[in-house]
């Protein structure tokens, strides 16, 4: 009697761990699941930021083919393509994003910008229309402001530009499209402010540099402008304002800018060289 007792209570020990093994494995599948999202996520984060933008498109749509219901793959996708300079194929995943029930007003500002870079700026128009005007935000404004230039509507524009200068903390490539803007209209000095603002905000924008010195030279001043910049830059900035000063007409000034930008320059600047000699080939004959 006493052997059935302790048999039963061990036939009963066996079934109680039996039921906790189960129990404890659900719980870590459970664990495994949710750690496997967490990585999943930190994955898809790396792939967008850091991975080159080929691997990356490869990753999402393997990805994406494998979930095709996951908005967030889709997305993923999209934003690997633009990263891989593949416009085309960037705008027709964007598309795919803004059908799918979970888009946001962001995924179709996302589209209207791989519209812009597709060269479809009546697509990208539309697309901004369709976005609610209560959803107010940088990239938004900054497109606007884009798609405005391209019909001319200065005005509009110069609204939304200044709007989204004012929703970042790093406004100089707004202000230095909005200043680009304004140099393409005539209105140089304007156009000059907005590019001296830019580089406040970012010393290194050599882009903003280059089209202060264009905006200096539009206004026949051929003195450099006293921001930070490399021997180098100081070359191509010389060389760009040779340039300008040859094609409104100041052959002399133009001449002895780009021979200071030869000069100036730490190596060879065979751009400069072929533009003086083509000038001093022209002014012989």
């Not at 664990?31 to 850091?50: G, Q």
């Not at 905000?201 to 903003?208: D, G």
Request: proline share 4%.
């Amino acid at each position: 009697m006493h052997q059935k007792w302790v048999v039963a209570l061990c036939i009963g020990s066996l079934a109680l761990l039996g039921a906790c093994g189960k129990i404890d494995k659900a719980q870590v599948d459970r664990k495994l699941e949710n750690l496997n999202v967490i990585d999943e996520s930190n994955l898809n984060d790396v792939m967008l930021a850091a991975a080159d933008p080929e691997e990356a498109v490869n990753y999402f749509r393997r990805a994406a083919g494998t979930n095709p219901d996951r908005v967030d793959l889709q997305r993923g996708l999209a934003k690997s393509l633009v990263r891989a300079k593949r416009p085309s194929e960037a705008a027709a995943a964007w598309k795919k994003v803004i059908s799918h029930p979970e888009a946001t007003s962001d995924d179709r500002v996302n589209f209207a910008d791989a519209l812009i870079r597709n060269g479809d700026w009546d697509g990208a128009e539309r697309e901004l229309d369709a976005i609610p005007p209560t959803f107010e935000t940088f990239k938004r404004y900054r497109l606007e402001a884009m798609v405005a230039d391209s019909n001319r509507e200065w005005k509009k524009a110069d609204s939304f530009y200044e709007t989204a200068a004012g929703l970042t903390t790093k406004p100089s490539g707004v202000l230095n499209n909005w200043g680009f803007s304004k140099l393409s209209r005539g209105d140089y000095a304007n156009a000059e402010r907005l590019f001296v603002e830019a580089i406040t905000y970012e010393p290194s924008l050599f882009t903003a540099k280059n089209n202060l010195t264009l905006a200096r030279s539009a206004q026949r001043n051929y003195q450099l402008p006293v921001v930070q910049m490399t021997q180098v830059e100081r070359a191509q900035l010389l060389y760009t304002m040779g340039l300008s000063a040859v094609k409104q007409g100041d052959i002399a000034i133009g001449k002895g800018l780009l021979q200071e930008a030869i000069d100036t320059h730490p190596q060879h600047f065979e751009a400069a060289v072929r533009s003086l000699r083509a000038l001093e080939s022209n002014v012989t004959n």
